[in-house]
């Protein structure tokens, strides 16, 4: 049985890993923001080693993100939606897009990035740990 799981709108791509998740992170950029058509977006990191992709129809979109270094965004290319990214400053890790997973219910965010380009109407939880730019480190 897998510790996460989870698919797109469309059921066409299905991912899975038994690895536990390392940290949920709240990224506030404005390309999560253009890619979630929200904003923000709940990624939650896990290991590549393990993590396996089923289905017929997946695409990729490679960019810089906000920390200036690529990104490449894997998404449906059936129903568009976003499923999980390869940051170059995470090597061994994915960080999959909470709203595609099967039961996001027991995630409890860690930290939020980019705060200092979040909505002005987007209410940040301060106690947790918040990173106006990119985390490099």
């Known amino acids: 049985m897998s510790t996460l799981n989870g698919s797109c709108l469309c059921g066409n791509v299905q991912y899975s890993t038994l690895a536990a998740p390392l940290m949920t992170a709240v990224c506030h950029c404005s390309d999560c923001q253009k890619q979630s058509g929200s904003a923000f977006s709940v990624n939650v990191l896990v290991p590549t080693e393990g993590f396996e992709v089923e289905g017929r129809s997946l695409s990729s979109y490679a960019s810089n993100g906000g920390s200036g270094l690529p990104v490449r965004r894997f998404f449906c290319s059936t129903c568009g939606s976003a499923l999980y ?47 106006e730019q990119a985390v490099t480190e």
């Open 85 to 131: 990214s390869a940051i170059t400053t995470m090597p061994g890790l994915f960080a999959v897009k909470a709203g595609t997973l099967s039961d996001a219910s027991a995630l409890t965010p860690a930290l939020h990035m980019f705060c200092a380009s979040a909505q002005p109407w987007v209410a940040i939880d301060r106690t947790l740990t918040c990173y």
